[in-house]
């Protein structure tokens, strides 16, 4: 509705101004004859409602739908659809209701895309940067058997529990990212400021410096000379990087080296197959075929490298071997795990034992996670120990030979 600027005056016959959503200049004075207020003017603030729209527009576009969001537009859909609320009605509900505005934008072009005669699974097909392939195949799995409530749950379940996952990633690598970051400020704060100062103190003395001070000062005046180039140089290698990555060769590459990162590697690796047991899992028990199922769930464990070995795995079951087979042949799944996935296709119930796998590997990253400080500590104690090493040699050789030449004169 437009928005109106209207000027009256009250009970007591003082002027008032303001402005008021309405559908006409009839409604805003109906408004305000209701509320004791004389109209005198009404325009439209035809300038103002540009100004919200336009600001309401740049927010929509700015926000950012999260894993979080969709999550609870799920659980809401199934909440709804349970309830027996006709999924148009729900629609309508959850846009009034979506404090997300990118989100409320999303489910109004749902809206209207079922209001032209499609399905819900071309409308989420539209927004492939919302909606991921596992998502538009699981929502068609439900439109097909008449089960939306339940693939919705499973849905709702599944964004959740990837939540957790990527959080605890997220949490696994922030600490040694930070560490090695302050080490890296710290050897440029002591090559920028601290090494020049005691190579003035040397200089004095004309005393022939040990190897290691020299290494040292030749650092320092390397640093202090060419830092710009060496700013340069390291922001077009992240540069060059980035473009690399953003290749199919170079993508393929670096999720790959994630995974043999020491330490934190196995952590990214279990999490990743977690992510593959667990999509897979909720695929089937929504009644999506086994062999569509891997295609899909290859596109959505988010590393390259394991998608490969999934693309293996499929074409295997597409030949006529078992899952199990298929899955010691890649190399990924340990022998306890294909035992379970064999012991499932025995009893008909890989669903299960799929989500028991991914069970098992949440629980390995869980652990791994809280021992993280205790498996790494090790090594930054050894890098620190070195570098303080090398400087403890560098600045307090001369200061020894120093005290030695006293001692003989």
Same mark, same amino acid.
């Given at each position: 509705?437009? +928005? ?14 303001? %402005? ?21 003017? @009404? ?15 740049? +927010? ?20 709804? +659809? ?7 009605? $729900? ?15 999303? &489910? ?17 097909? #539209? ?20 089960? =939306? ?6 849905? !709702? ?11 605890? *990633? ?41 190897? !290691? ?10 640093? &202090? ?11 077009? $290698? *992240? ?8 290749? %199919?060769?170079? #993508?393929?590459?670096? %999720?790959?080296?994630?995974? #043999? ?5 196995? @952590?990214?690796?279990? $999490? ?10 909720? =695929? ?57 996935? $064999? ?42 120990? &070195? ?9 307090? +050789? ?12």
């Amino acid at each position: 509705m437009p +928005l109106f600027q209207y000027k009256g005056r009250n009970q007591r016959g003082e002027a008032v101004r303001g %402005h008021l959503d309405a559908a006409s200049p009839d409604a805003v004075a109906g408004q305000l004859l209701n509320s004791g207020v004389i109209p005198i003017d @009404i325009v439209i603030a035809q300038a103002r409602a540009d100004v919200f729209g336009a600001i309401r527009a740049r +927010l929509a576009a700015s926000s950012k739908i999260t894993l979080t969001d969709l999550a609870l537009f799920s659980r809401q859909m199934y909440t709804l +659809l349970k309830a027996g609320v006709p999924i148009m009605q $729900a629609l309508r509900g959850l846009h009034e209701s979506t404090q997300n505005p990118a989100l409320a934008k999303v &489910i109004s072009n749902l809206g209207e895309s079922l209001d032209t005669g499609l399905d819900l699974t071309s409308a989420m097909r #539209r927004h492939p940067q919302v909606f991921s392939p596992l998502y538009v195949n699981m929502v068609q799995v439900g439109e097909t058997t008449g089960s =939306m409530q339940e693939v919705f749950l499973q849905l !709702a379940l599944y964004l959740e529990r990837e939540k957790d996952t990527r959080d605890r *990633i997220k949490s696994a690598t922030r600490y040694p990212t930070f560490v090695v970051a302050a080490i890296l400020i710290a050897i440029f704060i002591i090559n920028i400021f601290v090494i020049p100062t005691f190579a003035k103190v040397y200089a004095g003395f004309k005393i022939e410096l040990p190897m !290691a001070t020299k290494i040292l000062i030749a650092s320092s005046n390397f640093t &202090i000379t060419y830092w710009p180039v060496m700013l340069f140089a390291l922001v077009a $290698a *992240i540069f060059a990087v980035r473009s690399y990555v953003r290749t %199919h060769e170079g #993508r393929y590459r670096w %999720h790959k080296f994630k995974l #043999r990162v020491p330490v934190i590697g196995n @952590i990214i690796y279990k $999490a990743t197959l977690g992510r593959f047991a667990r999509a897979l899992a909720v =695929m089937m028990k929504s009644g999506v075929p086994l062999v569509q199922g891997m295609t899909v769930v290859s596109r959505a464990v988010d590393n390259d490298y394991i998608s490969d070995r999934i693309v293996q795995m499929r074409d295997g079951v597409e030949r006529g071997e078992t899952i199990a087979r298929t899955a010691a042949a890649t190399g990924m799944f340990p022998s306890l795990v294909i035992q379970m996935i $064999a012991v499932g296709e025995e009893t008909g119930s890989v669903d299960e034992l799929m989500f028991n796998v991914a069970e098992y590997y949440e629980r390995e990253v869980d652990y791994d996670i809280r021992n993280l400080s205790t498996a790494i500590q090790p090594i930054l104690i050894v890098f620190l120990g &070195i570098m303080v090493f090398i400087l403890a040699l560098g600045i307090f +050789l001369p200061m020894w030979d120093l005290v030695q030449v006293a001692r003989k004169g």
